[in-house]
């Protein structure tokens, strides 16, 4: 996710700079051919190239839009899945009988913990289509990361693990039915999270949504000319790949922001997230031993 | 071909990543996580910063801020190092700390031509000895499994041997199928040269079957690919048909020289998957690494068979 004011022009331009390219030459033969009279045909009657210009800038908003709300729906997610956890670590520590934190946490409540730590791991993982298992190292004991490596879901399996420590709880005593309810509600929740950004991953913006739009900014862009020449003569270039940035980047913009997980600058901060709640619970656990928070690299967070 | 040689000492394989915080290095993350899973003990990430353009403590901050999941791997190393020069301050890290992958993504694309642009990437090939792992800010493919497809490039150089080896030995580590590559050069006075050793033409079949005697010896599952060219034009169109995953090449065919600059050939941005480019004669490291954890690699499998036989049977 981008945090800085301002978008550095490195990360801009190498995504249009050939369009934009060819477009100045293009609209530079077009001036030259008009200007110098060696054809009149070039120049178009700017009427029918205006307003499509206007219904293309609708078209482009509703792709941008659809875009973003992907790009929302995500890092709303993530936000749900920062609560949950909470909610999840709250519940496994004041739900369980045993001792408290900070001087006496048992052993059970801390790998209920640690699983839900390395629960979002791999979903992070699974999301960017990662190996989670160098991570999980630290988190799970390794006769559980022996199972783990087995599965085709590890989120999915973490959360089988904690469900199964439930269960253990419930049947030793230590946890009553009413509470074991809610802490599976809890862990009901978790796992819609992860369907709703599985959905996200798996299911790309329809391509009709990214394939006319691109199409319709080429055919605008190479009509700008025709429409200009008549007006601005040896202007036309300058005015013509000036409009045609604008165009060519809102629907970059909205090419950019669609895949919210997919390990580049325009991802939800799945990171930093991660880190958010990994502090907060082991927090939670009393542990004093924490890792520092997640700060900007050039101006992103990952 | 040595393989599953247990006389040698086990080694634990020291990753370095070498990172100026670019868009590639974060696209290289799930590849450094798959070898951290497979073989590597430590990794160390490496920024070196211009004292004269950059504050030390930006600096430290934006290098404990990148790949921050790497804190849980356990034995991961975060070095700031300063000087104009990031080639030169490397290769000065790497001759007092010796690693066995140096793992250097490429620049991200400006969009403009750089005539003097001085490529960080050629330069730590000519001033380290140590095998370089890159890939371009475009690649795609990078996924959370081993490659199934290792690839390597001979060619007429005395170099392609190590490369050769090394792809051997992580095809075989891995169960993944070896793609030999081999470009038939023009007609030249090399084709001529190399008729006289044939007894024939050095035509694509040919070629063929001499790296087909190399695949009975190599007892891999393995497939040949040849075509006529050079590498410049005709190796990328080669990966991509391929679909290689991952493609050992010897670094004399990668280094070049734009003006008087040193640089690296563009087909390995152009391949589309990671590249490991190995010196000739000083890759020694890796290459025991992968014959050493080979067979235990081999005892992990075994067992992880037995308990999918076994549920299968529940």
Redesign the interface.
């Known amino acids: 996710m981008i945090v800085r004011d301002h978008l550095p022009w ?2 801009v ?3 249009i ?2 369009r934009l390219v060819l477009l100045f030459l293009f609209d530079l033969t077009v001036s030259v051919l008009y200007t110098f009279g060696l054809t009149k045909l070039v120049a178009l009657p700017s009427l029918p190239v205006l307003p499509m210009g206007s219904v293309l800038s609708i078209f482009l908003a509703f792709r941008t839009n659809s875009a973003y709300g992907r790009w929302w729906e995500a890092r709303q997610l993530w936000g749900q899945l920062v609560n949950s956890s909470r909610s999840l670590a709250r519940q496994a520590i004041t739900f369980i009988q045993g001792g408290m934190p900070p001087s006496d946490v048992t052993e059970e409540k801390r790998r209920i913990v640690h699983l839900q730590i390395a629960f979002v ?1 791999a979903l ?2 699974h999301l ?8 999980l ?3 799970v004991d390794a006769e559980t990361l022996a199972h783990l ?2 599965q085709r879901n590890v989120p999915a399996a973490i959360l089988i693990e904690i469900g199964t420590l439930l269960r253990a709880a419930f049947h030793a005593g230590r946890l009553d039915s009413f509470r074991w309810v809610a802490t599976d509600q809890t862990l009901t929740e978790l796992s819609n999270v992860m369907g709703a950004c599985e959905r996200i991953k798996n299911t790309p913006l329809p391509r009709q949504y990214d394939y006319f739009p691109r199409i319709l900014v080429h055919v605008y862009c190479v009509l700008l000319p025709f429409g200009l020449v008549d007006g601005l003569q040896l202007l036309t270039p300058l005015v013509s790949t000036l409009v045609s940035f604008m165009f060519v980047a809102l629907e970059e913009v909205g090419r950019e922001i669609e895949n919210p997980f997919e ?3 325009h991802d939800t901060p799945m ?2 997230l ?2 958010t709640i990994e502090v907060n619970l082991r927090q939670h656990l009393g542990e004093t031993k924490l ?2 928070d ?5 101006g992103f967070v ?1 | 071909m040595p393989t599953g040689v247990s006389s040698l000492p086990q080694r634990e394989m020291k990753l370095l990543l070498s990172t100026r915080f670019s868009e590639s290095c974060f696209n290289a993350i799930p590849a450094i996580a798959q070898w951290m899973d497979d073989i590597a003990s430590s990794l160390t990430i490496v920024h070196v910063y211009n004292p004269k353009k950059t504050h030390r403590s930006d600096a430290l901050a934006q290098l404990s801020g990148f790949f921050a999941e790497a804190d849980h791997y356990g034995g991961t190393r975060r070095v700031l190092l300063s000087g104009e020069d990031p080639a030169k301050a490397m290769a000065a890290y790497l001759a007092e700390e010796a690693h066995d992958l140096l793992v250097c993504p490429a620049t991200d694309q400006v969009g403009l031509p750089r005539p003097f642009h001085r490529s960080t990437r050629a330069r730590l090939m000519q001033l380290t000895s140590t095998p370089l792992w890159t890939i371009s800010a475009s690649a795609d493919g990078l996924r959370a499994r081993p490659p199934q497809r290792v690839a390597c490039v001979i060619s007429r150089r005395s170099d392609s041997r190590r490369p050769l080896e090394l792809a051997a030995q992580y095809a075989q580590f891995h169960g993944a199928c070896l793609q030999l590559m081999y470009l038939v050069p023009e007609v030249d006075d090399g084709t001529i040269r190399n008729s006289l050793s044939f007894n024939e033409p050095l035509s694509e079949r040919t070629a063929a079957r001499e790296l087909g005697k190399l695949v009975d010896a190599l007892s891999l599952t393995c497939e040949i690919y040849t075509a006529r060219g050079v590498c410049s034009r005709s190796l990328a169109d080669m990966v991509s048909r391929a679909r290689t995953e991952l493609l050992f090449i010897g670094k004399n065919e990668v280094l070049r020289r734009k003006l008087w600059l040193p640089d690296v050939a563009s087909f390995t941005d152009s391949a589309g998957c990671p590249v490991v480019c190995v010196d000739h004669d000083r890759s020694a490291p890796l290459s025991r690494l992968f014959s050493a954890r080979v067979s235990e690699r081999a005892v992990v499998r075994r067992a992880a068979n037995t308990v999918s036989t076994e549920s299968s049977m529940i």
């Open positions: 490195d990360r331009w190498p995504r700079w050939r791991c992070r993982c960017r289509r990662q190996n989670p298992f160098p991570e190292r630290n988190l490596r087995t390990n580049t600058v990171t930093s991660s880190r890792p520092a997640i700060q900007p690299v050039n990952y």
